[in-house]
């Protein structure tokens, strides 16, 4: 880790800095996936949501509801960003905006794309408010969702 000097002439460990960073990032072993959500797969902006949604190809399995739209480009990213229809109260729906981030960071690895070629995703919730056990259905939607993304950039 990186080392500082206080005042006083102590040293002290610095979390942040580059030197850190890296030893954390290479002490994970090999053959394992990190399963972090950074930020450049993260789909921002009001324009770029009303893109997909208004330009790209729909695939639903209850309770969600995916819109996928590909553009060839130099790098090979992954885009996703997540909304939820309104019909609860924003506590719930910022529950089930984690719910959907969790389970996409956790089976983004299912989505294989063809190298050259940007693939926006943009997930919404369509079923207003959590029911026990909405985890659960949640996460296999989003599996089924990104296997069947995956066949289409195959064939």
């Known amino acids: 880790m990186g080392e500082k000097f206080s005042a006083h002439g102590e040293k002290r460990a610095v979390i942040n800095s580059p030197s850190a960073t890296s030893e954390r990032s290479s002490s994970i072993p090999a053959g394992r996936m990190r399963h972090a959500l950074s930020k450049r797969e993260i789909l921002r902006g009001y324009r770029a949501f009303s893109r997909v949604i208004a330009s790209g190809k729909r ?36 529950r089930l905006k984690r719910l959907l981030r969790e389970s996409y960071r956790l089976n983004k690895h299912l989505t294989l794309i063809t190298p050259g070629t940007t693939v926006d995703i943009v997930f919404l919730h369509t079923r207003p408010g959590p029911t026990v056990g909405e985890k659960n259905s949640v996460e296999n939607a989003m599996v089924e969702i990104l296997k069947k993304i995956s066949n289409e950039a195959k064939g």
């Not at 309770?63 to 719930?92: D, E, H, W, Y």
């Open 59 to 94: 695939i639903s399995v209850p309770p969600i509801r995916a819109f996928i739209l590909k553009n060839p480009a130099a790098t090979t990213v992954v885009r996703a960003g997540f909304s939820v229809s309104k019909g609860a109260n924003a506590a719930q729906r910022n």
